[in-house]
């Protein structure tokens, strides 16, 4: 009994990685091509786009870094900290800093189905984002929490999307573990650890996120970042200012 449990769990694990879900049966495991096709979809759309927003804000960085060494736009650095929630630069800094593509893939397969979920059809939204606000445009989901609707932020196109999300984890509380990691490491496998609070399943969920990186090579898309790391070592950052 034991044996046959292992055997299911087994599947499952791997039916998702391979990008079949919900309903599917083994019969339609088998039909690779659709699956190939399926994850082509997912890369030949996404690929391009993170790449592009990862570039665009590795050039804010380094373009702010450079105005607070020389007392530049002092205006522009004070209207980001108010966005961002922050009181130093140095803060500002560490919120700014964009984390690999590979992680951004990993996060859009889990939450959005490999680009075949409602949310992401009827909203553009690709990594689960809720909404608070009912002034902004956004979609009921399909399921109750409780008594209460939940309602997911429609963005105008996915590039707003990764936009959204890379911002959400630069300013959120419940992120700022995972922000004072990635400026140490670019590792996208360390870096999946520290977000345990994207998912009510917490290690299970960051532990997915590996297996996707490693099982789809989702590393060969890191882009080298010119963004220096700092040593931990020489770190002088107090947490309740990331």
Request: charged share 25%; aromatic share 10%; net charge positive.
């Amino acid at each position: 009994m034991c044996v046959n449990k292992n055997i299911y769990i087994f599947f499952s694990i791997l039916i998702f990685l391979s990008g079949v879900h919900g309903s599917s049966t083994i019969k339609e495991v088998k039909k690779e091509i659709t699956v190939t096709q399926k994850k082509q979809n997912f890369k030949d759309v996404l690929v391009p786009i993170v790449s592009e927003v990862f570039r665009k804000l590795e050039s804010e960085y380094l373009s702010v870094k450079s105005d607070i060494q020389n007392s530049k736009n002092l205006k522009n650095i004070e209207k980001l900290k108010k966005e961002y929630s922050v009181k130093t630069n140095e803060a500002l800094l560490i919120a700014l800093k964009p984390h690999p593509i590979s992680v951004v893939l990993a996060q859009a397969a889990v939450e959005s189905a490999w680009l075949t979920s409602r949310f992401t059809k009827e909203a553009n939204n690709i990594f689960g984002v809720w909404s608070f606000n009912k002034n902004e445009p956004r979609i009921a989901a399909s399921g109750l929490r409780g008594d209460k609707t939940i309602y997911l932020k429609k963005y105008k196109t996915l590039n707003a999307a990764i936009l959204g999300y890379y911002k959400n984890l630069g300013k959120h509380r419940a992120y700022k573990k995972f922000r004072k990691k990635r400026i140490e490491t670019n590792d996208p496998y360390i870096l999946s650890a520290y977000l345990t609070n994207y998912s009510e399943t917490r290690e299970k969920y960051t532990n997915l996120l590996k297996s996707i990186i490693k099982y789809n090579k989702f590393e060969n898309y890191d882009l080298k970042s010119n963004i220096p790391l700092q040593i931990k070592e020489n770190q002088k950052i107090k947490s309740d200012n990331i």
